[in-house]
T-cell receptor, first 111, second 112 residues
Framework: QQQVKQSPQSLIVQKGGISIINCAYENTAFDYFPWYQQFPGKGPALLIAIRPDVSEKKEGRFTISFNKSAKQFSLHIMDSQPGDSATYFCAASISDYKLSFGAGTTVTVRA | KAGVTQTPRYLIKTRGQQVTLSCSPISGHRSVSWYQQTPGQGLQFLFEYFSETQRNKGNFPGRFSGRQFSNSRSEMNVSTLELGDSALYLC???????????FGPGTRLTVL
């Protein structure tokens, strides 16, 4: 039973474009929503995270939008670069360090 | 600070054997979590340790076990290996101050 549903499975974007990845959850007890970036052969790296009391958080070219009533959150990658080509995972937890991950989105940025 | 380290990085075992993986958390981090990553099931939570006590456990059979030492280093053990245990095993550490989990590079286990 997947607690966090992520889409799309993959996407291709041109350099300079915007990548958008969406996640939805059911458990309203979740109170921490991180995004991870993973390159082949590496462990996931924390990219950005948000808590339900905030609707948007921006760090550089990465922005999380959070819609508590819809139980959805999304990652926007602005001005996508070839170095952003990686697999991105959304996740959620209930402050107990047990992360429930989405299935992942493979992003390919074409030069 | 040095990141999370995991040893060994690669491991090949045969069915029926047992294996022990090691994780050293970021200095000062007392929580260590383990995850299994496979192409079919994605990233799944195995268990989490804090101050040598298991606080959380995922839905894995009893063949998967772990422990944490007084210096916060952690080991996980898989007994009676099955082909389906082939995966990337990831360790993550957290401080007391937040939920941020920082992952190591993982141990790639192949069961033949």
């Amino acid at each position: 039973q997947q607690q966090v549903k992520q889409s799309p499975q993959s996407l291709i974007v041109q350099k300079g474009g915007i990548s958008i990845i969406n996640c939805a959850y059911e458990n309203t007890a979740f109170d921490y929503f991180p995004w991870y970036q993973q390159f082949p052969g590496k462990g996931p790296a924390l990219l950005i995270a948000i808590r339900p009391d905030v609707s948007e958080k921006k760090e550089g070219r990465f922005t999380i939008s959070f819609n508590k009533s819809a139980k959805q959150f999304s990652l926007h990658i602005m001005d996508s670069q070839p170095g952003d080509s990686a697999t991105y995972f959304c996740a959620a937890s209930i402050s107990d360090y047990k992360l429930s991950f989405g299935a992942g989105t493979t992003v390919t940025v074409r030069a | 600070k040095a990141g999370v380290t995991q040893t060994p990085r690669y491991l090949i075992k045969t069915r029926g054997q047992q294996v022990t993986l090691s994780c050293s958390p970021i200095s000062g981090h007392r929580s260590v979590s383990w995850y299994q990553q496979t192409p079919g099931q994605g990233l799944q939570f195995l268990f989490e340790y804090f101050s040598e006590t298991q606080r959380n456990k995922g839905n894995f059979p009893g063949r998967f076990s772990g422990r944490q030492f007084s210096n916060s280093r952690s080991e996980m053990n898989v007994s009676t290996l099955e082909l389906g245990d082939s995966a990337l095993y990831l360790c993550a550490s957290s401080s007391l101050e937040g939920n941020e989990q920082f992952f190591g590079p993982g141990t790639r286990l192949t069961v033949l």
